[in-house]
């Protein structure tokens, strides 16, 4: 103990530790993250300075910063220049959505998956291929030099969805969520810095905490990203680029204004900074907008994946890549993957230039709106963002119960939900809100049972 007293001296964490267990960072690391996991220490509570808490234990100031730094690392504290050091608002919430095995007794309105419209069509083009003289192919090894006219497929999904590019920038990658994954290990090290939205895609989230990279939240404004921050963000916060969801964004809904999409191109290009663009849902557009690519084609590595706009099952995304960056994705790609299905990705390309595609996209859009005309029929008393194409909503929540609290809820009364703090960022606070996936249901009926049973939870709070 130190010559000052701190006995009654107000700090939010007053650890104890075995100074004789080696070393010393390490342990009170280990302190510090069973008190956020046991509760002693809530998401939001603000941890005392480091030179104060070095003091306390009577330790060099050196052993709090790398204390802080491995759990920073690992998502349980988040900090901000000039405002101090945070317990993360997902420091104890699980990023993991989808279950090993689907819960037979609760009806799934969690996971963001399109309507099942388009799997007798795949289905009947995929028997048409394994009945070809040389179906043999289909299940051997996939060279990149040989699927010249499927990257001539993939330009015309990617414009299809807002942006126009070349074959000499197309990579394959075994879906969105692993071109994710490509392109962080690829730009980052392990400790550097990203800025995504407040709340943002759990994917992300966890490729990050598995990469060591950290992951900042940029302030939004009716929740699209703020230029003003993300430079702010550029000049303070050390990022070496930005995550976004242009479209449809998950989970919010929002779907980012032409001038926002300029703006953020603008400082990327200025600062020097990549931007993933993940263009997963830029498809439920019936007239899509400009891709943020579109106004910074060297800056902008988009995304465009097939499982929210087809099927889940199509495990295939197309990767518009700037030349700077392309070698070591492609290497990234690679090491991750050594190749994409061929199987996958001759019936993908044979699915998009046909007129089979288009009318897929269709029948899927007119579902949705089906569904959401309904969802917006049961929720009609309560704030549901949200356009009627999409495939998910965020429902802002009544009174004080949380998005977690709420998730709990439905869960105990049949409904598989998610809350707002699987998808929130660092010491963000999170919404009372959840998100609800309007096309995971089986059929519309089920979707009426599960919309019933919200409704009856939401009129009971109030």
Aim: contains cysteine.
């Amino acid at each position: 103990m130190p010559i000052n007293s701190f006995e009654n001296y107000p700090m939010s964490w007053k650890p104890s530790i075995d100074k004789m267990k080696k070393p010393i960072y390490i342990e009170l690391a280990r302190q510090l993250e069973r008190d956020i996991l046991e509760g002693t220490l809530l998401p939001g509570t603000k941890l005392p300075p480091q030179r104060e808490l070095a003091d306390f234990l009577d330790l060099n100031l050196s052993t709090i910063s790398k204390t802080f730094k491995v759990c920073e690392l690992k998502g349980l504290l988040s900090a901000s220049v000039g405002s101090g050091t945070f317990v993360s608002y997902d420091a104890v919430s699980n990023a993991y959505l989808l279950e090993d095995i689907k819960p037979i007794h609760l009806i799934e309105m969690g996971a963001t998956l399109p309507d099942n419209d388009s799997f007798e069509p795949l289905m009947l083009q995929l028997k048409r291929m394994v009945q070809e003289a040389d179906y043999e192919k289909w299940f051997g090894y996939g060279r990149s030099g040989e699927s010249h006219w499927q990257k001539d497929a993939a330009i015309k999904l990617i414009r299809r969805g807002g942006f126009k590019t070349t074959v000499d920038h197309i990579l394959f990658a075994n879906g969105g969520q692993n071109a994710i994954a490509a392109t962080l290990a690829s730009l980052c090290k392990p400790g550097e810095r990203i800025g995504v939205d407040e709340h943002t895609y759990p994917g992300l989230k966890t490729v990050a905490a598995m990469l060591s990279v950290q992951i900042v939240p940029i302030k939004s404004i009716h929740y699209e990203m703020s230029p003003t921050s993300f430079e702010d963000a550029c000049k303070n916060d050390n990022i070496k680029g930005i995550y976004l969801i242009p479209d449809y964004h998950n989970p919010t809904t929002t779907i980012m204004s032409v001038e926002n999409r300029k703006q953020i191109a603008e400082i990327a290009k200025k600062y020097n900074q990549f931007v993933i663009e993940d263009a997963s849902y830029h498809l439920l557009h019936e007239k899509p907008l400009p891709a943020v690519a579109s106004f910074a084609p060297e800056q902008v590595i988009y995304i465009a994946s097939l499982s929210k706009s087809l099927a889940p099952g199509l495990r295939l995304a197309y990767v518009a890549v700037p030349s700077q960056f392309k070698e070591t994705i492609s290497k990234a790609l690679y090491n991750l993957n050594i190749t994409v299905s061929p199987l996958l990705a001759e019936l993908t390309a044979r699915t998009i230039v046909s007129n089979q595609f288009e009318n897929l996209i269709d029948r899927h859009r007119e579902q949705n709106i089906r569904r959401n005309r309904l969802l917006n029929q049961y929720l009609s008393d309560y704030t549901c963002l949200g356009d009627e194409t999409g495939i998910f909503r965020w429902l802002l929540l009544p009174r004080k119960i949380t998005g977690a609290q709420f998730e709990m809820l439905a869960a105990q009364n049949g409904v598989q939900l998610y809350g707002a703090e699987r998808f929130v960022v660092g010491n963000s606070n999170p919404d009372r809100a959840v998100r609800i996936s309007v096309c995971a249901p089986n059929s519309l009926e089920e979707l009426e049972r599960g919309l019933r049973i919200i409704k009856d939870l939401l009129d009971n709070l109030n």
